[in-house]
């Protein structure tokens, strides 16, 4: 059996905002340090990490690597960084559970580090053209495009809201909604608990962040007059789909004995995994949900 002891996150950092100056690993490093500290385990007992990072052109050789050791852990660790796109935290959590439930290793990080501020622009290698230079966005290109169709990701979405028949006003409904209950969220303090700070250098001085950034910058009013940015009679824009973020998560997992035999109380245990095929990517909760309500067996 494999659970959760412990976990953390960093606060989410809009596009080019709070967390801009901070690598994707010195996020990642935050996070699997929290978790350690959180659940008092030394930095020497993880035996594996895996850390999901998608758009990892400028980043450095092994970004797993950097953060496992950004956050002290030794040498001899092994790590691997995982990328399947939006899923590659998911991912890396799914990894190192079969990699305990086979019982390769008893302790172990997984999570996933993201700087979208620092994907770089592309200028392909080769023979340089007489008159103008163009270059592509790392963004677009290896994070927000499919590979195949060479079509963004938000047009999946459009083609989900059409056969769902989900209108403009339903998403823009959902969009507000979301918003509103973060804000009530941290107004209360619920997630102060799975948050680490980051202290980011600035010109002025140090300054801690240490809450999500992106709520705070949305107008309501605005949003419904935004123009929808994929399809011209479509309905998604850019206050309604998902944003350009800076942030890292990390979970520490564990064989059910190692657990007990080093005090831990376990968040969650994890009972099975799956996946979808891309072009259903924004189906995934409703779909896994229906697999595994059949699995009587797994509820208790």
Known sequence: EVVIVSAARTPIGSFRGSLASVSAPKLGAAAIKACLERAKIPANRVQEVYMGNVVQAGVGQAPARQAALYAGLPQETLCTTVNKVCASGMKAIMIASQSLMCGHQDIMIAGGMESMSNAPYYFPRGDTPYGTLQLEDGIA????????????????????????????????????????????????????????????????????????????????????????????????????????????????????????????????????????RQFEYDCRPNRFFLFYITKSSYIK
Do not use: H
């Open 141 to 276: 290109k290896d994070g927000l495009t499919d590979a195949y169709d060479r079509i963004p990701m938000g047009l999946c979405a459009e083609k989900t809201a059409k056969k769902e028949n989900l209108s403009r006003v339903d998403q823009d409904t959902f969009a507000k909604l979301s918003y509103e209950r973060t804000a009530r969220a941290w107004k209360e303090g619920k997630y102060k608990a799975e948050i680490v700070p980051i202290t980011v250098t600035t010109k002025k001085g140090e300054v801690i962040v240490k809450e999500d950034e992106e709520y705070r910058k949305v107008d309501f009013e605005k949003m419904k007059t935004l123009r929808t940015a994929f399809l011209k009679d479509g309905t998604i824009t850019a206050a309604n789909a998902s944003k350009i973020n800076d942030g890292a998560a990390a979970c520490l997992l564990m064989t059910r004995q190692a657990a007990d035999e080093l005090g831990c109380k376990p968040l969650a245990r994890i009972i099975d995994k799956n996946s979808i």
